[in-house]
């Protein structure tokens, strides 16, 4: 990817909690909610966790680091937080621990996938276990929470899930094929569980979102190539630095968008991939239906003239 192949937006982008998602704007709009946040001990998913908690909600934090800080972020805002030290990619692991959240704090209202992983490693150098080590924590994990906590949320009409993307899934990005194609698979299966729910008659009940973070200057979002990659592709480890100055976004403003998709206030974007970095507001009142028959906020295969994608 080059930097200079990238537009820039006519509207300047936030980077900061704007509007209606300012603190103040959303403090109490979730109470009584129960939240999960997968991979909160730091950066965006810590973040994320006490801007639920800030709204209202009870949150339980998922993490294989020490989430001790987080926990204790949450509690601070008078609202119940539990930790659970947990592999997101241990199935079985997972399930007992969502049930005894459920035990603990309720049903899950609010679910938001956020761990994740990178290696900047190209396929040739790079093995199929390490890639795919990728897509379990990306998108095994998140599927598996998924199929764990949605079943509850159609029996009682209500919910949200937010799966925590990246811009990567929506490009060609070489020497990172395990993190490009697992983001990508998850805004594919984000637009698709949300139609089935659609189909149901859930769609006004229960709503699902990719969100892409935008440039966040965090552990995963700032990493470069390992030296093997980078002695090999100079000139892709060079570019990578470039890329590293665009990285201003406060994570902050990612916890507080997912506060307010939490809500119900932006039901238009339910099932699109969106970036916490755009007005959420402006985007919304578009519509859903005018955004789809555009098909924006959707990942799609366009073709030359007089070539349409037929069935």
Same mark, same amino acid.
């Given at each position: 990817m080059d930097p200079s192949e990238f537009a820039i937006s006519a509207v300047p982008l936030q980077h900061t909690p704007y509007g209606p998602l300012v603190p103040e704007k959303i403090v109490g709009k979730n109470k009584g909610k129960v939240a999960v946040v997968t991979g909160a001990a730091q950066g965006i998913g810590k973040s994320i966790a006490e801007a639920l908690a800030n709204s209202g909600a009870n949150v339980a934090i998922l993490d294989l680091k020490d989430a001790s800080e987080t926990k204790t972020a949450c509690e601070s805002l008078n609202v119940k937080s539990v930790y659970y030290n947990c592999d997101v990619t241990d199935v079985a692991r997972m399930r007992t621990v969502l049930g005894d959240i459920e035990k603990e704090l309720g049903a899950v209202d609010i679910l938001v996938n956020n761990a994740g992983m990178t290696r900047g490693r190209p396929i040739c150098m790079d093995t199929f276990e390490g890639y795919w080590r990728c897509f379990e924590v990306n998108c095994k994990s998140v599927m598996s929470t998924i199929f764990a906590v949605l079943p509850g949320m159609r029996e009682r009409g209500s919910g949200t899930i937010i799966n925590i993307s990246s811009r990567a899934g929506t490009l060609d990005c070489p020497l990172a094929l395990g993190y490009t194609d697992s983001k990508t698979a998850i805004i594919r299966a984000t637009a698709s569980i949300q139609e089935e729910l659609e189909a149901d008659g859930l769609g006004d009940k229960i709503q699902m979102f990719s969100l892409h973070p935008g440039g966040v200057p965090s552990a995963l979002g700032a990493s470069s190539f390992p030296a093997d990659v980078a002695? /090999?592709?100079?000139?892709?480890?060079? #570019?990578?630095?470039? *890329?590293?100055? *665009?990285?201003?976004? $406060?994570? =902050? %403003?990612?916890g507080m968008t997912c +506060?307010? %998709?939490?809500?119900?206030? +932006?039901?238009? %974007?339910?099932? #699109?991939? *969106? $970036?916490? /970095?755009? $007005?959420?507001?402006?985007?919304? =009142? /578009?519509? /859903? =239906? +005018?955004l789809r028959k555009a098909g924006l906020y959707t990942l799609k295969i366009d073709f030359i003239e007089d070539y349409a994608n037929e069935i």
């Open positions: 002695g /090999r592709y100079p000139a892709a480890a060079e #570019m990578m630095k470039e *890329f590293h100055k *665009f990285l201003k976004t $406060d994570p =902050s %403003l990612c +506060a307010y %998709l939490a809500t119900g206030q +932006a039901k238009e %974007l339910r099932g #699109m991939y *969106f $970036d916490v /970095r755009q $007005d959420i507001e402006r985007v919304a =009142s /578009r519509g /859903r =239906s +005018a």
